[in-house]
T-cell receptor, first 116, second 113 residues
């Protein structure tokens, strides 16, 4: 099966600092990865679509300059939360679709960000 | 704009009982997904439904899709405690890239002895 990993699994940082979250497809190449945010007891909200070799596509209301996405290779996408504030505290989940199952989507284990 | 509505949002069941979770969506789509999420964990894929009339079953769970009614159901048969989790349906945005999904709010299922 397809495996997607995320690192770190949790992070605590001070307000004003930047945090980078990595999303890797371990056994397949993903030209597109997706970043979601989930607040406690709420649903997943798509933040952006990460495309290898090009700029990410952000959903309405998501600040591009605050949530920097870089899809540097076919197996790695990173999300950087810049100048983090307590309201950015959330569960961030990435996902990717393998090329052999275009309608399948596999999710990473998530990263819990807490901003103090 | 694609909207996805699930109901109920909370469901408390006794073991051995049957129940159905409903997922309605507002515009056409060519794919619908059901996921399970345990507390503090990511999503586990349960079913992928790609065509009208599709029905899939795994253990005590069965999912179906009616694209004309824009409705999917997740039926639970003879619930057991291990099924306690939050269940999400997600719908693919028509014409969007493969993983471009819009999620329902989720149904928190609690199965009691």
């Amino acid at each position: 099966g397809a495996v997607v990993s995320q690192h770190p699994s949790w992070v605590i940082c001070k307000s004003g600092t930047s945090v980078k979250i990595e999303c890797r497809s371990l056994d397949f190449q993903a030209t597109t990865m997706f970043w979601y945010r989930q607040f406690p007891k709420q649903s997943l909200m798509l933040m952006a679509t990460s495309n290898e070799g090009s700029k990410a596509t952000y959903e309405q209301g998501v600040e591009k300059d605050k949530f920097l996405i870089n899809h540097a290779s076919l197996t790695l996408s990173t999300l950087t939360v810049t100048s983090a504030h307590p309201e950015d505290s959330s569960f961030y989940i990435c996902s990717a679709s393998p090329p052999w199952g275009l309608n399948e989507q596999f999710f990473g284990p998530g990263t819990r960000l807490t901003v103090l | 704009e694609l909207k996805v509505e699930q109901n109920p949002l909370f469901l408390s069941m006794q073991e051995g009982k049957n129940y159905t979770i409903y997922c309605n969506y507002s515009t056409t789509s060519d794919r619908l997904y059901w996921y399970r999420q345990d507390p503090g964990k990511s999503l586990e894929s349960l079913f992928v439904l790609l065509s009208n009339g599709a029905v899939k079953q795994e253990g005590r769970l069965m999912a179906s899709l009616d694209t004309k009614a824009r409705l999917s159901t997740l039926h639970i048969t003879a619930a057991v405690h291990d099924l306690s989790a939050t269940y999400f349906c997600a719908v693919g945005r028509d014409g969007g890239s493969q993983g471009n999904l819009i999620f329902g709010k989720g149904t928190k299922l609690s199965v009691k002895p």
